[in-house]
């Protein structure tokens, strides 16, 4: 921090097992790379390759060693990993892995349909030799999963040897655990944490209002995911309570109770 505020609420610090940060990179060059490190690399924790996009983005390896030597854990998103899997190439995904140097995967089956067990046993075998995300949900709108089956696969991952399970919403913030307006699932979210502690999930957020409503639900160390990487420090700023939207969140409730009075003359 450059100066002293009072009731700034603590943060986390790297290496963290909560108040998570991951950044989606779409296909960042090497220089736009440089310059979200240069701005907020100390508040990244994680940056995923989004979807199929390390296949065609340029200075792979010299991209994820940049992120690498700034203590960011870095990963090929879920589509990928399916994509391997659908075409019979489990092995050559995890040695394309292994090639790039990477200790994160992302076990998914948001686009393709992959039994329990069958998941279950990919966490299993890379769980030994990597971090594994496992992410929950479909990614197609107007497929409901109920509460019950949200959390029994959400335990089910985690047991399997998940580090942290992702709460889907794609890069959109439309499927998953929002509605097609983007609204959160209050219902949803509750249920699930009734039964999954939250440290062990990333919220998919890429929304600012959605980024809010889970701040304000759960503190300023929620983990959020699908974050934009000129959104970072935004996000940090809402986490801190110096944004409009959560401005009041940390301030004594007598003080904030005061300032929200109109001035009366």
Known sequence: MN??????????????????TMVMDKGLSLRQAQDLLDASGHLVDLVKLGF??????????????LYQKADIHVYLGGTLFEAFVARGQFKEYRKLVESLGLDTVEVSDGSINMIMKEK?????ELARSFRVLSEVGSKESGILISPAKWVSMMRTELDAGSWKVIAEARESGTVGIYRPSGHAHTTLVNRILSKIPGKDILWEAPQKAQQVWFIKQLGSN???????PEEVIPLETLR???????????????????LRQKPTE
Do not use: M, W
């Open 222 to 228: 929620v983990n959020l995911g699908n974050i934009a």
């Open 52 to 65: 199929g996009t390390s296949f065609v983005t340029p200075n792979l390896k010299e991209k994820i060693k």
């Open 240 to 258: 801190l309570g110096l944004r409009g939207d959560t401005f009041f969140q940390y301030l004594p409730e007598k003080v904030a109770e005061k």
């Open 120 to 124: 279950c046993k990919y966490i299993n």
């Open 3 to 20: 100066y002293r505020l009072s009731h700034i609420p603590a943060r986390t610090s790297k290496p963290r097992e909560d108040g998570v």
